[in-house]
């Protein structure tokens, strides 16, 4: 069974710190560009961070330039997504996913249950 799990979320104050974990089952994730995605509260899902397989790709959106930072271990078959300097506006469900080369579509359809990050005083 194809599975995307992430974890790490929680409640921080801002300029706090978190990071989060993907870890596939089912799927090889060395195969795929891998990317994080958030959705804000009434907001629609949107790209955060995505690296390629070699790490030669590593998109990040310009609201969480120099605080988030996206890696992964192809051996462990993780994505991490470290969150330094956490803002308020950085709330939302944080999701993993495939995606292709431009960082823009899940390539699988392939959403997990995602991981909740509240950052609030």
């Known amino acids: 069974q194809l599975q995307l799990v992430e974890s790490g979320g929680g409640l921080v104050q801002p300029g706090g710190s978190l990071r989060l974990s993907c870890t596939a089952s089912?799927?090889?994730?060395?195969?795929?560009?891998m990317g994080w995605f958030r959705q804000a509260p009434g907001k629609e899902r949107e790209g955060v961070a995505c690296m390629s397989s070699a790490g030669s790709i590593k998109n990040v959106t310009d609201s969480v330039k120099g605080r988030f930072t996206i890696s992964r271990d192809n051996r462990e078959n993780t994505v991490w997504l470290q969150m330094n300097s956490l803002k308020p506006e950085d709330t939302g469900v944080y999701y993993c996913?495939?995606?292709?080369?431009?960082?823009?579509?899940?390539?699988?359809?392939?959403w997990g249950k995602g991981t909740l990050v509240t950052v609030s005083s």
């Open positions: 089912g799927l090889t994730l060395n195969l795929y560009v």
């Open positions: 996913a495939a995606v292709s080369a431009d960082c823009r579509d899940n390539v699988l359809n392939l």
